[in-house]
Nanobody, 124 residues
């Protein structure tokens, strides 16, 4: 059974930091690029960041560049999103996905498996 398990969300004040994690079970993690998306009520899921299966290439939403860092640890079958200098507009449910493609995508339909989502709330 394939599972993608997320952790690390929570409540933080503006300017603070959180680190999200996702772990893949039931598949070979090194086959997959990892992406993070976020969603607020009434809106579509938005691409935030992605990293290729090799870890050599990363991609970011413009509004999080310089504040968020995506990483992976293939030995632990895990992906991470380090979020610094958080802003109230970063408040959302964050989802981790894995994409079995050489070029990891920015479109959610390209992703094969998803985590359950984790709430991030940034207070002003």
């Amino acid at each position: 059974q394939v599972r993608l398990v997320e952790s690390g969300g929570g409540l933080v004040q503006a300017g603070g930091s959180l680190r999200l994690s996702c772990a893949l079970y039931g598949r070979t993690f090194t086959r997959y690029g990892v992406g993070w998306f976020r969603q607020t009520p009434g809106k579509e899921r938005e691409f935030v960041a992605a990293i290729t299966s090799s870890g050599h290439n990363t991609y970011y939403l413009d509004s999080v560049k310089g504040r968020f860092t995506i990483a992976r640890d293939n030995a632990k079958n895990a992906g991470y999103l380090q979020m610094d200098s958080l802003k109230p507009e970063d408040t959302a449910v964050y989802y981790c996905g894995v994409d079995d493609a050489v070029l990891v995508g920015r479109n959610e339909v390209e992703y094969d498996f998803w985590g359950q989502g984790t709430q991030v709330t940034v207070s002003s």
